[in-house]
């Protein structure tokens, strides 16, 4: 029996094009003492993978090497065990790769029950929700009574970062890039203020929300919103910097705010990402699972059917177009 995989043959340059895939047929590997093989049935696209296809060394995990399957978070079904730690039938969730199969020692893979949805558990307990959580309440501090931005609000990171927040009691400033975004955060999830960074009015509009200031600030993008929202920030606030989505595809990149603006602020800047803290994964994921089971977390997924829609379908994270968390279903 022969099953894809999709493999990286070249490294992108800006773009995210559909020459650097090469789609596979491979034959299902005989397992080794210890190995498992897992049938994969979601995948999660993320911002993240344009990074991973870098050729850069000095990062927070080594780029996907040329010839290699493209590395993606995903969930399965264990079918065949020599690992008495997953035995057939267990349900799994980890970095498997764009591939309909996978096989593993384990390492790395969390068990998940087997009725929790999958939509469910990509976006709020897996990769986003644990960046979500880590961002918010390790890096950010949130107290209540503060006000806090978060751009990209609508994707499935910033959108789980809000309603936590506004469950914690603070203000929330959602900035999102088009009015149906900006409906969504403000109609369903509650949003204090949701705020449309393409509109020309878009740094009045922000001042007029924050009449008090920005004391937190989790962000997502980079590009045109970041500055305003910099120089809205009160003394001594902090910043959380999870993704810069507007400059992944970039060869240079944009100037930032300046350093001048973080002495008068006394800011706090801290960027993060999750490979330093996997081992907090089972305590955030319980958290989260908390939080959905009460009822205090709203998600939405875009799901893409079949294998073959994954290389295109990354790019929608960056063109904007994903309404939610974006999944391949095979």
Same mark, same amino acid.
């Given at each position: 029996?022969?099953y894809?995989?999709?493999?990286?043959?070249k490294r992108?340059?800006?773009?995210? +094009?559909?020459d650097?895939?090469e789609?596979?047929?491979?034959a299902? %590997?005989?397992?080794?003492?210890?190995?498992?093989l897992v049938?994969?049935?979601?995948?999660?696209?993320?911002?993240?993978m344009r990074g991973?296809m870098?050729?850069?060394? *000095?990062?927070?995990i080594?780029?996907?090497q040329?010839?290699?399957?493209m590395?993606a978070?995903?969930?399965?079904?264990v079918?065949?065990?020599?690992?008495?730690q997953f035995?057939v039938?267990? =349900?799994?969730m980890?970095?498997?790769?764009? +591939?309909?199969?996978?096989?593993?020692?384990?390492?790395?893979?969390n068990?998940?029950?087997?009725?929790?949805?999958?939509?469910?558990?990509?976006?709020v307990?897996?990769?986003?929700?644990? +960046?979500?959580?880590h961002?918010?309440f390790?890096v950010?501090?949130p107290?209540?009574?503060?006000?806090i931005?978060?751009?990209a609000?609508?994707?499935?990171v910033?959108?789980?970062?809000?309603?936590?927040?506004k469950?914690?009691?603070?203000?929330?400033?959602?900035?999102a890039?088009?009015?149906?975004?900006?409906?969504w955060?403000?109609d369903?999830l *509650?949003?204090?203020h949701?705020?449309?960074?393409?509109?020309?009015?878009?740094?009045?509009?922000?001042?007029?929300a924050a009449?008090d200031?920005?004391?937190l600030?989790?962000? *997502?993008t980079?590009?045109?919103?970041?500055?305003?929202i910099?120089?809205?920030? *009160? %003394?001594?606030?902090?910043?959380?910097?999870?993704?810069?989505?507007?400059?992944?595809?970039?060869?240079?990149?944009?100037?930032?705010?300046s350093?001048v603006g973080?002495?008068? =602020?006394?800011?706090t800047?801290?960027?993060?990402t999750m490979p330093?803290h996997?081992?907090r994964?089972?305590e955030?994921?319980?958290?989260?699972?908390?939080?959905?089971?009460k009822?205090?977390?709203t998600y =939405?997924?875009?799901?893409l059917?079949?294998l073959?829609q994954?290389?295109?379908?990354?790019?929608?994270?960056?063109?904007?177009?994903? =309404?939610?968390k974006?999944?391949?279903e095979i």
């Amino acid at each position: 029996m022969n099953y894809q995989a999709i493999k990286l043959v070249k490294r992108p340059t800006e773009a995210i +094009t559909p020459d650097l895939f090469e789609t596979t047929s491979q034959a299902l %590997p005989t397992l080794k003492d210890g190995e498992l093989l897992v049938k994969l049935t979601h995948l999660s696209l993320d911002p993240a993978m344009r990074g991973w296809m870098s050729a850069d060394e *000095n990062s927070y995990i080594p780029p996907v090497q040329l010839g290699d399957t493209m590395r993606a978070s995903g969930i399965g079904f264990v079918e065949q065990s020599n690992n008495e730690q997953f035995p057939v039938g267990t =349900r799994v969730m980890g970095l498997m790769g764009l +591939t309909e199969y996978a096989v593993s020692d384990g390492s790395g893979l969390n068990k998940l029950p087997a009725e929790l949805p999958a939509e469910a558990v990509l976006s709020v307990i897996a990769l986003p929700g644990i +960046t979500a959580y880590h961002g918010l309440f390790e890096v950010l501090k949130p107290e209540s009574g503060q006000t806090i931005a978060i751009t990209a609000a609508a994707g499935s990171v910033g959108s789980l970062v809000g309603q936590m927040a506004k469950n914690k009691g603070l203000t929330v400033i959602g900035v999102a890039g088009s009015q149906e975004k900006c409906a969504w955060l403000k109609d369903e999830l *509650n949003f204090d203020h949701a705020l449309n960074y393409k509109d020309a009015d878009f740094a009045d509009q922000l001042n007029a929300a924050a009449t008090d200031g920005i004391d937190l600030f989790f962000e *997502n993008t980079g590009g045109i919103a970041q500055q305003p929202i910099f120089e809205a920030m *009160n %003394p001594h606030g902090r910043i959380a910097v999870c993704g810069m989505i507007a400059e992944y595809n970039k060869t240079e990149a944009s100037p930032g705010p300046s350093w001048v603006g973080i002495i008068k =602020r006394r800011l706090t800047i801290q960027g993060f990402t999750m490979p330093d803290h996997w081992h907090r994964i089972p305590e955030y994921g319980q958290a989260l699972g908390a939080m959905l089971s009460k009822g205090e977390l709203t998600y =939405r997924a875009h799901v893409l059917n079949g294998l073959d829609q994954a290389p295109d379908g990354i790019n929608l994270l960056f063109r904007g177009e994903n =309404r939610g968390k974006l999944i391949v279903e095979i």
